[in-house]
Antibody, heavy 119, light 108 residues
Framework: EVQLLESGGGLVQPGGSLRLSCVAS????????MSWVRQAPGKGLEWVSG????????FYADSVKGRFTISRDNSKNTLYLQMNSLRAEDTAVYYC????????????WGQGTLVTVSS | EIVLTQSPGTLSLSPGERATLSCRAS???????LAWYQHKPGQAPRPLIY???SRATGIPDRFSGSGSGTDFTLTISRLEPEDFAVYYC?????????FGQGTKLEIK
């Protein structure tokens, strides 16, 4: 069964940095685009960033553009999100999600990792 | 930028009743890229509907999706206790995604 396992969340001060990882298993990782989606406390889902299967194309929400960098290592079946210049409003559970090839929807999700930005 | 507006914000119903959730786009969109998800606290979001009307793998047939253009609907024909959750519609665009703000389906 497809599995996505996030890690790297934690408590960080405003202005700090954090790198999230998502290890994928039971599918050919390089064949799929991937994304990060977050949910702030008491809020809805927000798409954060996406990357193509080869890693050659990347996309960002305006709220994180210039601060976050998405990348992937297909040899390690791992997706990353480098988060710099963190703000209180970046506090959220971060999910990695696999994009279905046909419908462009997210067909598998990880359980999420919590990022808390606070002094 | 296309905005998805879901209504109602909260829907209070009893098990066995029919639920109708709405998702309206600020301009006409391709139904091929309209999806619905169910989200429960502490769990990963669960895909329900792809392409506006195709059920995801393992989704019971009491869930159905419909619509085109700017108006889309998720219908749950007979609510089961496990169906009470928050529901989101989502749209894929040229290079970005947007979610609706969600509808909370609560037990009356």
């Amino acid at each position: 069964e497809v599995q996505l396992l996030e890690s790297g969340g934690g408590l960080v001060q405003p202005g700090g940095s954090l790198r999230l990882s998502c290890v994928a298993s039971e599918f050919t990782f390089s064949n799929y685009a991937m994304s990060w989606v977050r949910q702030a406390p008491g809020k809805g889902l927000e798409w954060v960033s996406g990357i193509g299967g080869s890693g050659g194309s990347t996309f960002y929400a305006d709220s994180v553009k210039g601060r976050f960098t998405i990348s992937r290592d297909n040899s390690k079946n791992t997706l990353y999100l480098q988060m710099n210049s963190l703000r209180a409003e970046d506090t959220a559970v971060y999910y990695c999600a696999r994009r279905d090839s046909y419908y462009r929807a997210f067909d598998y999700w990880g359980q999420g990792t919590l990022v808390t930005v606070s002094s | 930028e296309i905005v998805l507006t879901q209504s109602p914000g909260t829907l209070s119903l009893s098990p066995g009743e029919r639920a109708t959730l709405s998702c309206r786009a600020s301009q006409s969109v391709s139904s091929s890229y309209l999806a619905w998800y169910q989200h429960k606290p502490g769990q990963a979001p669960r895909p329900l509907i792809y392409g506006a009307s195709s059920r995801a793998t393992g989704i019971p047939d009491r869930f159905s999706g419909s619509g085109s253009g700017t108006d889309f609907t998720l219908t749950i024909s007979r609510l089961e206790p496990e169906d009470f959750a928050v529901y989101y519609c989502q749209l894929f665009g040229t290079s970005w995604y947007t979610f609706g703000q969600g509808t909370k389906l609560e037990i009356k």
